[in-house]
């Protein structure tokens, strides 16, 4: 007799509980040494202020989708998961910058969760791919750009770069077809509550639709 659950694709599961489309988020987080003491208490607590927001929005907990991946060795704190099931763990700091290696990581995830989606029916935003860094890589970011470029390029992607108080903004701005943004201080709390404000307007359109998003200027150097 054959058994009704060989059939099953793996993670079908959680998409027959919620259906919902899905709108994927990538933190790439930088945890390296630079970053110890004030600057990463207030990633933390950005992260804690970012699940509270998404919180505060019913359907954006059902459609939202967060994975983190930090670098400094690079590590998936998160695997992709709905709002819902997000805790944010008290990140700490470790090691040099590895942020090409990261973005490889990441980029890759998200392409095997999109997978997911479609082997289950699952329709999606296009990803959002939101890289924090203070410093400049330690490996090479060739791979890293190129894979940045053809995502956007495909629509894959919208990639977003930060920069902390001491950010290569050179590097950022090769790496990125948008401008990086330079964090004012250590605004992660408006940062976040930003992000979770843009991606809860994504999840409330239809697939497909152009969002406009509201300005960065409560948290990023203009």
Not at 11 to 35: H, I, K, V, W
Not at 40 to 59: C, M, P, R, T
Not at 71 to 94: H, I, K, R
Not at 189 to 217: D, M, N
Request: charged share 20%; with cysteine.
């Amino acid at each position: 007799m054959s058994n009704p659950f060989d059939q099953v694709p793996f993670g079908a599961a959680e998409f027959a509980d919620n259906p919902e489309p899905r709108c994927p988020c990538l933190l790439l987080l930088d945890t390296s040494g630079s970053m110890q003491g004030r600057p990463i208490e207030a990633l933390n607590q950005g992260l804690v202020a970012f699940k509270d927001e998404l919180a505060n929005d019913s359907l954006a907990m059902k459609r939202v989708e967060v994975a983190i991946v930090t670098f400094g060795p690079v590590n998936t704190v998160a695997e992709f998961q709905t709002a819902d099931l997000f805790t944010p763990t008290g990140l700490s700091t470790t090691g040099d910058t590895p942020m090409g290696a990261a973005i490889e990581h990441g980029l890759e995830m998200l392409r095997r969760r999109k997978d997911e989606y479609k082997a289950n029916g699952i329709s999606y935003y296009r990803p959002w791919v939101f890289l924090i860094t203070d410093g400049a890589p330690t490996d090479s970011v060739v791979a890293a750009e190129q894979a940045i470029k053809a995502g956007e390029a495909t629509k894959a992607f919208s990639f977003f770069a930060v920069g902390v108080e001491g950010a290569n903004m050179d590097i950022l701005a090769k790496l990125s077809t948008r401008q990086p943004l330079k964090l004012d201080g250590l605004k992660f709390r408006e940062l976040f509550s930003w992000l979770s404000a843009s991606l809860s307007g994504v999840s409330q359109s239809q697939v497909g639709q152009t969002v406009a998003l509201q300005s960065p200027a409560g948290w990023a150097e203009v």
